[in-house]
């Protein structure tokens, strides 16, 4: 870790990263590493009370997005969930068809699966996005053809925030008898998610993204809906995921979604507030300053701004020295030098993506916090401005135009 100069409270805004697991969570999974350590397949009465906190879980899960219990299958995470929907239903429909439908600004664990498909003779067709990063249902629609098996097409975007009209999509998917999927990782817990008002045959979440633990999450797959299996070797989640559970991540993650459900509500609103705050007063006191992603379809918790003429990097780093913790995208894209493909997927040319920054608010952050950002960042964003020989013609230019 960094040493730094002077002691000073650490800001952490990169909830969108991952979250920290909630005191009440890691208290409710500690007996389930010493006490109740029973495998939750043995029949004795250890395996019978970890099967049974098992269950307790998947209700509160199941609960959170209007699912029963039986329609969760948990995972080691949403990674896991993505690509047990893609692959366990392309499998599964490889008969009736080969085509699938997703978007330009997925997460890399379905962009990844559906290359991954592709290699193996599925076909893919990546709806775009506009400048806001939102899908146009009708493009969904023109897709499809009658070789489409799944269409798969995220809740909310991890980096730029925007909120995807699902429920328009799901309508659409249901009506031409396609599976519908989403990756929903950032939002359930976060914004109201219910099954089925969107209408979704499947859904993944990850629990260390709604202060739960890391490592666990789940795919909710509808009741009736048939899916390969991509482990084999164990009866557990009706033979479809095979494996030990790993009951306090289980245990914890239902605890996490127990606590989410009761605080959603006003959580919302009061980092909706916050996040406004910080915004407005970035583009107040900076100029040549845009948000990314769309003013109101948005995560509560999303700040994705593009600052021109400076590194993202570059404000990254002078911000960790200050012991704020940002993003300059999905995590993923932090440490290589390609833009991100959700970045240019909305229009931003490589550099202006390079100088875009992600700040995602959570529970712990303070209007302190945000008074600390709003004073330390334009001064950040001056000073490497300032260093640039290229900025003052550029934004002369810019400013003349
Ligand atoms: C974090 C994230 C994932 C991956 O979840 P893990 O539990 O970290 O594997 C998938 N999709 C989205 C949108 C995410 O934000």
Redesign the pocket.
Known sequence: MRKYARKMKRIYLDY?ATTPAHPEVVKAMQSYYSNAFGNSSSIHSYGQETREAIEIARKKVAALINARSEEIIFTS????A?NLALKGIAYTSKDRGNHIITSSIE?H?VMETCDFLKEQGFRITCVPVDKYGLINPEDVKKAITDKTILISI?HAN?EVGTIQPIAEIGKLAREADILFHT?A??TVGHIPVDVNEIRADLL?T?A??LYGP?GV?ALYVRKGTKITSLLHGGEQENRRRAGTHNTPAIVGFGKAAELAQKELQHESKHLTSLRNKLINGLQKQVEHIYLNGHPTKRLPNNANIRVDFVEGEAMLLSLDLEGIAISTGSACSSSNLKPSHILTAIGLQPDQAHSSLRLSLGRETTEEDIGRVLEVLPQIIARLRAMSPLTKSSMQEKTNA
Do not use: F, I, P
Not at 77 to 80: H, Q, R
């Open positions: 969108a995470g949403g990674t896991e993505d997460h664990a995220m991890n990756d990782v950032q993944s990850s260390h993204k890391k999450g």
